[in-house]
Structures are given as C-alpha cells and as structure tokens.
C-alpha cells in the first residue's frame, strides 16, 4: 500500500525512492509486526484474561503442566493481525504470491479460532471435529495449490519439484501431482506445527528461524541475477514474499516477547495452524518444498513421533515413546521444559543454516 504512496510522493522528493526497495521495506515490515506485537499484545492478554480464555490442560499430561491451566489463549489472534497490517502497509499489492500467502494463512488461522472458540467460549471440549478440521484445512490447501497453478507465469519452473543440492536437477509435476503435492505440503506443515506448539516458546521460535531462511529463497528467487548465479530457479514476482517473510518473523519475536518461559499467552491454534500454512505456502511459491521439511526438520520429526506412536499403539498394544509428540517424551524423561525448548531452537538453527547451504552446494 505505502509503495504506491511513495511512488507518487518521489515525484517531488527523490529521498522517498528508498521505499521503492525491496529489503528496505521488508526491514520496516519486520519492525512494524514487532511494534504492533509490543502495543497490542498486553492488551489481548488482558481482554483474554477477563473473558476467562485460558488453556485447558489434559489430564493425561505431564504434571509439570497443571500450572498453565487458565493462561490466555487464542494468542495468535496477535500474530495474525501483526502480519496481515504489515504485509498490507509494506508489500506490493499487485502481486499475486502476496495474496496467496496471505489469504492461505488467514483461512488457515480462521479454522483455527473456530476450534479454539469451540473449545474455550462454549467450551466443547473436542472442539472442531478431527473431519471437520481436516476438511476445511485440505480445502484451504487445495484452493492456494490451484491458485498457484492457474497463476503461474513461467509453468515449467513453478510447476516441477526442485531437488536440492543437485545442480538443475527438477522433476516437472503434472496437473493432479502438483496439486497433490502443495495440498500435502501445505495442510501437512499446519499440522505439524499445531503438534509442536506445547511447550512455551516451542513452536514460534523455529516458525520464524525458518520463515527468515524461507525469505532469503524468496529474495534470491525473485532476482533474475541471483537466481541465474546460485542456479536455482527465477519465479517472478517471488521476492515479494521476503516482505511478508519479515512480517512473520516480526510478529513472532514480538509474540514471543509474550510467550516464552513461562508464558503469558498461548498462540492457539489460530496462531500455530495459521503459521504452518504461511511456511508452506511460501516454500511452495519459491519451489523449496523439500528444503523446508529440512529446515523444518524439528516440526517433522514432532509429527513423526505421533505417527509412530499411534501406529504401533494400534498394531502392537505399546508406545515407543513416554509420551508423544516428541517433547512430552524428554520432559518426561526428566529434562527440564526450557532445556526441551532451547535445544529444540538450537537444532532449528542447525537445520535453518543445512537447508540455507542448499543455495551454494549443488
């Protein structure tokens, strides 16, 4: 929105041209997402606490947990408000990735309030049903996959699979698997970070380590000479993301500011289903799906162990693990909550700098 302003405004000063920049403005999308997270966030904690939005706890969890009955909730609420005010003040508005990251993390998020509404105002206590949920989420993912492929301005790049660390190494997807594939990677990766997000600060530190990284693709991906010299794919218009990349990663140290140990809000669901469609999203648009389920790798593995631990609950009466998701276990084991949480960020950033190498070894 501010971009055409500045345009118009360059007309008669040229020191308004620094807007038209594209790291410029994704500094100050970064920064307004913070300072919105830093003024709103002590007043939707307080409006939570009065209205007696506070987290329920399961009976079956660690004891350590009892505690945090009755911390707010619904917390992401102030995530999705700082991303969507900057990226709309900071971002090209013509541009369709804009839009379709965007759009997909707001409906993701709106499925998300409405399970958390359901759970902590009328308190139902399974919420959204496991089919309703899964349905509108695929709906949700299948609506960006085919906004993606119906918007596509050079097919033979947005439309194939890039395998990282080869050099012009692609696999071209057709109609249905391409679909298939950024149906899964997107409600996949909601999901995955849903799972995470149970210990205080767990979820939204690596959300915004890999959204960062997931900027820097988007930045070099956008650039017609950046991509030719580190030999990865040119989608136009791409690097408009970075703007909504730093909104993300603004907002998420601004709402972590809240949220670490011991937290005075939690994100909820319409924070941590919204946020993994926004990864997911992005990564698709950039083509780096699988380098995000590197860089991801701890939200995976989070899913993984849910997986595992259902599975052989099922077939074979025993669980492999204490508890799951992953976290549960090493609490469980004896690891103190912020040990869980700081090795989990520390792995994040492993993963973050593994996934970002991808640029230069091919």
């Known amino acids: 929105m501010l971009i055409t302003v500045a345009e118009h405004l360059t007309r008669y000063y040229t020191g308004f041209n620094v807007f038209s920049y594209l790291t410029t403005r994704a500094i100050l999308s970064a920064l ?21 939005i506070g987290q329920q706890i399961r009976e079956v969890g660690p004891e350590s947990h009892l505690p945090k009955a009755g911390t707010p909730t619904m917390g992401g609420a102030l995530i999705l408000l700082a991303i969507a005010i900057s990226t709309l003040l900071w971002a090209n508005l013509s541009n369709r990735f804009v839009w379709i990251a965007l759009g997909g993390t707001l409906f993701f998020g709106v499925i998300g309030f409405v399970d958390d509404y359901k759970k902590l105002v009328v308190k139902n206590s399974k919420g959204l049903s496991a089919s309703s949920k899964f349905f509108w989420q695929i709906v949700g993912a299948l609506g960006t996959a085919l906004a993606f492929y119906f918007t596509a301005e050079n097919p033979d790049v947005e439309r194939a699979l890039l395998i990282p660390y080869l050099k012009d190494v692609s696999i071209p997807l057709g109609t249905i698997p391409y679909v298939v594939v950024v149906t899964l990677v997107v409600s996949g990766f909601s999901n995955a970070v849903n799972l995470t997000d149970g210990l205080d600060g767990l979820a939204i530190m690596p959300a915004v380590l890999v959204g960062t990284a997931l900027g820097v693709f988007a930045y070099a991906a956008g650039n017609v000479i950046y991509s030719a010299y580190l030999g990865i794919p040119y989608v136009v218009g791409s690097g408009e993301l970075l703007v909504f990349c730093a909104a993300l990663a603004g907002a998420g140290l601004g709402f972590l500011w809240f949220n670490t140990y011991p937290a005075q809000v939690f994100m909820g669901d319409i924070g ?91």
């Open 32 to 52: 307004t997402a913070l300072v919105l997270s830093f003024a709103v966030g002590p007043l939707l904690i307080q409006k939570l606490t009065l209205q007696k």
């Open 272 to 362: 941590a289903l919204a946020l993994g469609a926004a990864l997911g999203l992005v990564a698709v648009a950039v083509r780096q799906e699988l380098v995000l389920f590197i860089m991801g790798g701890v939200f995976v593995v989070e899913t993984v162990s849910v997986i595992i631990q259902v599975a052989s609950y099922k077939m074979t009466g025993r669980r492999i693990f204490r508890m799951a998701p992953l976290h549960h276990h090493f609490e469980l084991k004896g690891w103190a909550e912020p040990k869980v949480i700081v090795r989990f960020w520390i792995i994040t950033v492993i993963l973050v700098l593994i996934g970002l190498a991808s640029l230069k070894i091919r």
